[in-house]
Nanobody
Framework: QVQLVESGGGLVQAGGSLRLSCTASGRTFGNPLGWFRQPPGKEREFVAAISWSGGTTAYADSGKGRFTISRDNDKNTIFLQMDNLNPEDTAVYYC????????????????????WGQGTQVTVSS
């Protein structure tokens, strides 16, 4: 089992920045980790993911150039640095972990059995 706890959400003005954190516990060795989000009234969507080593990343087009995913395996934590936020980024952000060790981070997009955190709210005001 894997447990994921997100933090760092909040209210920010358009153009501002936030840094989300997700700390994983349990059987996390080798797992790719990533972020999804669910805007109000919409389905959950992929945001970014990172491999166990941190050497491979994947991003949705919506975040390219503005979002940066990173990880600190010593702390079992991943981060999502979000810059130049806009109101369309308003959503509940969820941390996700793949179940297959050393699978590519992009696999999180299509996995049907990811582990999930409880989510953290990000609100961007205009």
């Amino acid at each position: 089992q894997v447990q994921l706890v997100e933090s760092g959400g909040g209210l920010v003005q358009a153009g501002g920045s936030l840094r989300l954190s997700c700390t994983a516990s349990g059987r996390t060795f080798g797992n790719p980790l990533g972020w999804f989000r669910q805007p109000p009234g919409k389905e959950r969507e992929f945001v970014a993911a990172i491999s166990w080593s941190g050497g491979t990343t994947a991003y949705a087009d919506s975040g390219k150039g503005r979002f940066t995913i990173s990880r600190d395996n010593d702390k079992n934590t991943i981060f999502l640095q979000m810059d130049n936020l806009n109101p369309e980024d308003t959503a509940v952000y969820y941390c996700a972990a793949g179940r297959t060790p050393f699978s590519p981070p992009g696999a999180l997009r299509t996995n049907r059995d990811n582990y999930w955190g409880q989510g953290t709210q990000v609100t961007v005001s205009s």
